[in-house]
C-alpha cells in the first residue's frame, strides 16, 4: 500500500530532470473522505503527479486511460496506476519463454488485455502478498503461483464492496473511474492458485531466473523475488521510497525486521531495488539504510511522530509507521 512520497527522493534512475510523458493536467474529484492510517502529509497527494522519475523510461500503450505502462528494461515492463492513492506498480518481466506478472493492481480497469498486448507468452502470475492493491486483477488469470500460507489463503476469496469500496471515495482517487466501476460496487474478485511457491524456489523463464525470497513483516505472505544474475531485487511492498507499513492489520515489526536484516546481507549483489509503489526504482544501497532504520527504531535511536495513532519514523528517502514504542 502506498503512499505519499517522502520529501527526499532519492531514485537510482538517469534522467531525472526529463519531465514525464504524461502532462496531463490533474483535475481533483469533489472530495468526501480524506485518506486516514498512510502517515503524515496525505492530503492532495495529486500534487506530486506527474512523477518525473517517470520520464526516465520509455511509455508505451499510450490508449488506456487508467493505466500508464513503460518499458524499465528490455526484458521488464512497469504497469502504473496513479489515479488512486496506493500508486501501485504491478511488473510484467518477460523472458525467452515464459512471462511472469508480479502483482495484478487494483482491479479497477483488466490488466489482462493490457498484459496480452505486451507479451505472446504464456503468463504466470506471482503475488508479492495479498493485499487488495496487488491482487484486484488475479481472476482475469488461470495462471497464478502462490505461497502456501494461511493469510494468503484468507484473500483468495476476494473482498466484498463493505471491506474496499473506501478505496474508491474521496481523496483516494483523482482520475475518473472506468466506466461501470463506483466506488458502490468496487470488489475484490476470487480467484484460484494453480501452483505453490515457497522460500528458495527458483522461477525459470528463459534466460531470466527468479528466486523466491521469503519476507514476512509488511504481511505474513510478503516475498521478493530475486534476479540474481540481472543484480536486481523485486521488493513488493517490503521496500519502496515512502511511508512504509509495520502498523497495519497482519503487519509484525519484528518478522519485518528480521526480513530486512536477511535482505541486507545480499545488498553487495544487488545493484536496484525494483519498487511497486509511486516509481519503479530504487538504489541497492537502501536495503543497508533500510536494515539501519529498523535497528534505530528498536533500539529507540530514531525520532518519530504520532499519525494517525501510530508512530512514523523519518529516514533519508522513505519512513517507517510502526505501532507505538513497547506496544
Known sequence: MNRRAPNLLLIFAAALAVSCSNSEPIV?????DAVEGRGADTDKWWDALPRREWGAYERVLDSDPWFEVYRISPDTYAIYEPGQFEEVISFLIVGETRALLFDTGLGVARIEPVI??????????VNSHSHYDHIGGNYEFGRIAGVDDPYARSHMSGAPNETVGEFLRGDWVWKPLPDGVTPDNFEIKPYAVSETIADGDIIDLGGIRLEVISTPGHSPDSICLFDREGRRLFMGDTFYLAPLYAHIEGADFSNYKASVERLAALQTDIDILITAHNVPVADGSY??????AFEAIEANRADFVETDGAYEYAFDGFSIIAPAPNE
Open 28 to 32: 481533483a474529484n469533489e472530495k468526501e
Open 116 to 125: 496480452a498486448s505486451l507479451t505472446d507468452h504464456n503468463v504466470t502470475v
Open 287 to 292: 536495503l543497508g539504510r533500510l536494515h539501519d
